[in-house]
């Protein structure tokens, strides 16, 4: 039996838009709010890598979850190692504004808490009660 996974990809794809607009958002304009700024955007971070990965291809949301969390973490333990200076990124740099500077207990709790919410998003809003 073939499934189309077509709508639940298109809605997928439209909360990555959406995501990434209030992530452009946070950025530009809300910046100087330092919880907006740090946790707020470290939570909905990871819905900018877990929404588009499903878009590309139905993910069981668990396996996917855990890897965003794996990835997140691996870059947060660059920013401990001081990796983007290692690099030679230049402070303000693409390189070093996507590594990080600094780390933080608290943006490791805010990325967990995001794949969690990504799970339960998908499972209600994106996959619908069936799944794929």
Avoid at 53 to 81: C, M, N, Y
Avoid at 86 to 92: C, I
Avoid at 113 to 123: E, K, Q, S
Wanted: charged share 15%; glycine share 8%.
């Amino acid at each position: 039996m073939d499934i189309d996974h077509a709508p639940a990809r298109r809605r997928a794809l439209a909360l990555s838009v959406v995501i990434f607009g209030v992530e452009v958002l946070i950025a530009t304009r809300l910046a100087h709010w330092h919880f907006v700024r740090s946790s707020l955007g470290d939570y909905l971070v990871v819905f900018l890598l877990y929404f588009p990965a499903l878009a590309l291809r139905p993910f069981p949301p668990r396996r996917l979850a855990a890897a965003v969390f794996a990835f997140s973490v691996l870059v947060e333990i660059a920013q401990a190692l001081h990796l983007a200076d290692a690099l030679g990124f230049e402070r303000g740099s693409i390189g070093h504004i996507v590594l990080g500077a600094t780390f933080s207990w608290s943006d490791v709790l805010m990325y967990g808490l995001g794949c969690l919410t990504c799970i339960a998003v998908d499972r209600r809003l994106v996959r619908g009660p069936r799944g794929f």
